[in-house]
């Protein structure tokens, strides 16, 4: 890895700043312009108590000068395996902030979740705090409009948190922070090993950012799956021998799960092929069968999460997501053990299209 110089200098105040706000990104273009924005328009801190990093993992379209431009003290990171984890790692370690908020370019925040998240911290054994996250584009594509649901958890005390999340800077030095090998799943196993030091994840009942997904074709949702896949496989296999497994149970899930929609699509259309030649009639019958009892499967998952929305629509299209998920997953953990075996690393598995002048 290489890591460029500062292209904007330290502040150099005497007293250290409550807050120091890390946002990662690569060529996000406009959707950083606009996370910045919503960053300097939080509610509740003085402009000596904010401290704002941006760490760009080598865009071409002129992110790190943008970010220099409003303010940011700008880090280049160039490794040869660029991870999210490596981003964030550089961020808050040339933090001086007391708490640390994470963000992702392509988010917005919630002018309020700072400023009503930091008293939760009076709990000495809280480490992390992390909100709601919703898209901002549901209506644009289907894919949005679903995935956004995924971004909903119950309040409360959690295994882990997303990607952006108000962390204890000192926790993060106490951990050593994220694993930056993880091209996937780097928050799940960092705080797994907070909570090994017996620290806490609270999940609050609170909107912290918004997110563009800017999903809108079948290539990106099928790649995001698969990078689930990966990380699941990844993480399980490093803590599968220990007292406290991680993901270990979802990778077993999905390798049924997966293999049997596959099995079920695979074997419907053989035996419709076979049938054909007994009786074409009769060859409709098995991928009828198949899809029916996919129909079933997905309004049985859109009751069980009916919490998550209203909409009945987009509770079912919700259902369908859970369970055909598990096949791109499924490839992804294939994909991580063919890497395994073969030796290989394998690089960011991105999905994102360009913003106007940038992409991630």
């Not at 150099?12 to 910045?36: D, K, M, W």
């Not at 790649?223 to 991680?246: H, I, K, M, Q």
């Not at 919700?318 to 997953?329: D, E, T, W």
Request: proline share 5%.
């Amino acid at each position: 890895m290489s890591d460029e110089g500062i292209l904007a200098p330290a502040d150099s105040q005497a007293v250290r700043p409550l807050l120091s706000v890390v946002v990662i990104g690569r060529n996000e273009g406009e959707r950083l312009r606009r996370c910045l924005e919503s960053v300097r328009a939080m509610k509740g801190l003085s402009g000596g108590e904010l401290e704002i990093i941006y760490v760009d993992s080598a865009s071409t379209d002129g992110s790190a000068e943008l970010a220099a431009g409003m303010g940011a003290r700008v880090l280049t990171v160039k490794p040869q395996r660029p991870t999210a984890a490596l981003g964030r790692n550089a961020g808050w370690r040339a933090a001086r902030g007391e708490y640390v908020l994470f963000l992702d370019g392509d988010t917005i925040l919630h002018p309020d979740f700072v400023k009503d998240s930091l008293p939760e911290f009076d709990n000495p054994k809280t480490a992390v705090v992390w909100g709601h996250r919703r898209e901002t584009h549901p209506e644009r594509s289907v894919y949005n409009r679903v995935l956004d649901l995924d971004w909903i958890a119950p309040a409360g005390l959690s295994d882990y948190c997303g990607g952006d999340a108000l962390m204890r800077r000192s926790v993060l030095a106490e951990v050593d922070g994220y694993d930056e090998k993880l091209i996937a799943g780097e928050e799940p196993e960092m705080c797994r090993r907070m909570r090994g030091r017996g620290w806490e994840i609270l999940h609050v009942d609170r909107m912290m950012t918004g997110h563009d997904l800017a999903m809108t074709r079948w290539s990106q949702y099928w790649r995001r799956a698969t990078r689930t896949g990966y990380a699941y496989a990844e993480v399980s296999r490093r803590f599968r021998d220990t007292d406290s497994p991680l993901w270990l149970r979802e990778s077993k899930q999905n390798f049924s799960r997966g293999g049997f929609w596959i099995a079920a699509a695979v074997g419907s259309v053989a035996a419709g092929v076979l049938l054909f030649f007994v009786w074409p009639p009769l060859a409709a019958l098995p991928p009828a069968g198949a899809i029916g009892l996919f129909a079933l499967a997905s309004i049985r998952t859109a009751r069980r999460f009916a919490w998550k929305s209203p909409d009945r629509a987009t509770g079912f299209l919700y259902g369908m997501h859970s369970h055909f998920q598990q096949i791109p997953i499924l490839v992804g953990q294939l994909q991580y053990r063919r890497d395994l075996k073969a030796g290989r690393a394998r690089g960011l598995i991105e999905y994102k299209e360009s913003a106007a002048g940038g992409g991630s």
